[in-house]
């Protein structure tokens, strides 16, 4: 079984930084592409960034220029360091990842649990 664990969620005042961390585990040969997706109840989830295998980023309007995604193959590891948060950058941050589970490169998505990260004004 596969799974993500995410952490470094918490309660920032705005202009404030935090930086969290998504690692994946279980039975897998590699990670595709890794991400990160946020959202407020009664609200879709959007993207805040990706990033794929070869290290290409992609990042959601609102947060380009502050976020910067990151990874770690050595240890399946997917940051996103968080700096100038704003009260709008409130919500439940997920992490998302392709692992790849056979060796034709047959891949499962993956979710991880959600982390809170509170912004207050």
């Known amino acids: 079984q596969v799974r993500l664990v995410e952490s470094g969620g918490g309660l920032v005042q705005a202009g404030g930084s935090l930086r969290l961390s998504c690692a994946a585990s279980?039975?897998?040969?590699?990670?595709?592409?890794m991400g990160w997706y946020r959202q407020v109840p009664g609200n879709q989830r959007e993207l805040v960034a990706v990033?794929?295998?070869?290290?290409?980023?992609n990042y959601g309007s609102s947060v380009k220029g502050r976020f910067t995604i990151s990874r770690d193959d050595s240890d399946n590891t997917v940051y996103l360091q968080m700096n100038s948060l704003k009260p709008e950058d409130t919500a439940v941050y997920y992490c998302?990842?392709?692992?790849?589970?056979?060796?034709?490169?047959?891949?499962?998505?993956?979710w991880g649990q959600g982390t809170l990260v509170t912004v207050s004004s």
């Open positions: 990033i794929t295998s070869n290290g290409r980023t």
């Open positions: 998302n990842a392709r692992l790849v589970i056979t060796t034709t490169g047959g891949y499962v998505e993956v």
């Open positions: 279980g039975s897998f040969f590699g990670v595709n592409v």
